[in-house]
């Protein structure tokens, strides 16, 4: 593979965001994802190239060494901090149609549950694998949620709830989503949240941490 | 037989009670009024055969430097009454708001009024707007917020009339209106976990200046708690576990400022129990090493943390009182009672192995059925120790 996009996807795996960064230490004075970004840009790169071949892959990895617990929430954020300076980049590609999202998920903390910091990691791996990601924040109310799928066509949904006294409002948000668009497919987790209650709630996934849901999305949701 | 004092002493002393103490985290006021017809804490206890805790935190101002209780402060639920001072002025105002009650706390000082918002449901308040904006703010905390001291004589007082009843209970200091005992913790309440982070990478000077302001001030109270008849005071917070921080955070920026604070409490004659409501198993050894006299809440995998009772038993039950692991959320609602019991005789079989160990919810709760949480009492009362 080319140097440039090696060094890219080491850059996203290793949470280094620019050559300022002193992190990770022991690549202090190294360029990291913002400059790499550029200079493979400049190069001739192809967009997508840089997209799939360098930023997706390593944010991949990452996804998976969470998952089996090598590495914690700290190193996803740098990573996903890192993937986002040099998708700076590659905004106008997506402006221009030259790039195209996997296609788009629209994803929210369910009414009355204030936590934002699960919600936001599955959002950045799910980001990082090349889907748009449309975050409505935290206490998300149903409508809320409904208006966001009707301003989406095609889109899925994901759900997060941290309390088990919020958890129980997945289960209205998803009837509420679902009595108007049957088909749009809802993913749930947070950490009371199980695939029993998945089932019993009608949602069509759980997933216990960020990588399982994109792989979810990324083998069993159409893209719009 | 122990009375419930001896029992719970027993277990944080890594003793063999005389059966297994069982009892919960805190008993919420939701739970109360909505399920047991808003009677009184200690009255749970009593109905329900769960051998009982009571909270308290009692501060005392420093008249010699300026300090006062503030006098338009009621103190809630699990508060102590505020110590304020001319120049670390704390108001309140409500703010409108259609969903939840909603205050805006402002912290007055002769350079800068820091800011704040609190909101609140049914269940539990939270903070919508961090108090620390800038990274100067420290400073302003560290030059004008008053350094309460713990109310000894009040303390005392309450632990003599508790008596044999049960465990008496408190915290170390959190950051005014709303914080958490730990040092990190504390910090991530003002600042925002997030933020915290992210700031550990990019400037963790300023984290460890922010870390020792926290510090400073909780060193002031626990110096101040010798001769407090507590039997156990709490540390820590949610914000410290291993499903949101990384053990190099933990390193660098938890064990460091903690363990001075557990180290001055033993100093102060007080035992720490190290609260970490979350992930604990990559971090075990870690919280041990900081020499509290036990760990919570042991979480388990089902209910969002990653803890194996018998894992944790093995690892680190020689060294702390393990304190928890029970799934509340799965046997204290929509089970029948022989699942609750089975669930008390599993816990006891993996952490209750010589002792030094309490049944407990993982933390608190907020809705359970009666019955099951008599069967959790009852089934606790008959794992006796030989």
Known sequence: MNEILESLQRCVERGKVNIKSPYPPDMKGQDGTDELARKALEAGIAPQDILSKALIVGMQKVGVRFRNKEIFVPDVLMAAKAMAAAMEHLKPFFKSDELKHKGTIVIGTVLGDLHDIGKKLVSMVIEGSGWEVVDLGTDVSPDKFLKAVDEHPGCVVGLSALLTTTMVNMEATVQHIKSKHPAVKVIIGGAPVTEEFAAKIGADYYSPDPQGAVEFLNTRCTPN | ?386
């Open chain 2, 1 to 386: 037989m122990m009375t419930p004092k001896q029992r719970f002493t027993a277990a944080l002393t890594h003793q063999k009670p005389d059966r297994l103490p069982v009892t919960t985290h805190h008993v919420m006021p939701y739970f109360l009024t909505k399920y047991m017809n808003g009677i009184s804490n200690d009255q749970f206890f009593a109905d329900l055969g769960i051998d009982p805790i009571r909270w308290l935190l009692a501060y005392q101002p420093d008249e010699s430097k300026g300090e006062y209780y503030d006098p338009h402060h009621v103190p809630g639920y699990l508060e102590a009454h505020r110590v304020t001072s001319d120049t670390w002025r704390i108001e309140h105002e409500a703010i409108p708001d259609p969903r939840y009650e909603t205050i805006r706390y402002k912290f007055i000082t002769p350079k800068k009024t820091l800011t704040t918002v609190l909101q609140s449901n049914e269940y539990t308040s939270w903070v919508s707007e961090r108090l620390v904006k800038e990274k100067s703010d420290i400073d302003i905390i560290a030059k004008f917020a008053v350094k309460p001291k713990c109310d000894v004589a009040e303390v005392n007082k309450q632990a003599a009339e508790f008596g044999e009843r049960g465990m008496f209970r408190g915290f170390v200091n959190s950051f005014d209106v709303y914080g958490q005992p730990g040092c990190w913790q504390d910090a991530s309440v003002l600042f925002g976990i997030e933020d915290l982070i992210m700031a550990t990478f990019e400037d963790p000077d300023w984290v460890n200046s922010f870390l020792n302001v926290m510090l400073e001030r909780k060193k002031v109270f626990i110096q101040s708690m010798k001769g407090a008849q507590y039997d156990v005071i709490e540390l820590g917070g949610g914000d410290a576990s291993s499903t949101v921080i990384s053990p190099d955070i933990f390193d660098q920026f938890v064990a460091p400022y903690d363990s001075q604070l557990i180290q001055l409490a033993h100093e102060a004659g007080q035992r720490i129990v190290y609260h970490t409501c979350g992930g604990m198993m990559a971090f075990l050894e870690r919280l041990a090493d900081m020499k509290p006299d036990a760990l919570e809440t042991f979480t388990p995998e089902s209910m969002g943390g990653d803890t194996i009772l018998a894992e944790a038993k093995e690892r680190i039950g020689e060294r702390v009182c393990m304190i928890g692991g029970f799934d509340q959320f799965h046997y204290f609602k929509g089970c029948t009672t022989e699942e609750t019991r089975k669930a008390v005789r599993k816990c006891f079989e993996e952490a209750g192995s010589g002792g030094g160990y309490i049944l407990c919810p993982s933390d608190h709760f907020f809705d359970a059925d009666i019955e099951l949480l008599k069967a959790f009492a009852d089934e606790a009362h008959k794992c006796v120790y030989q």
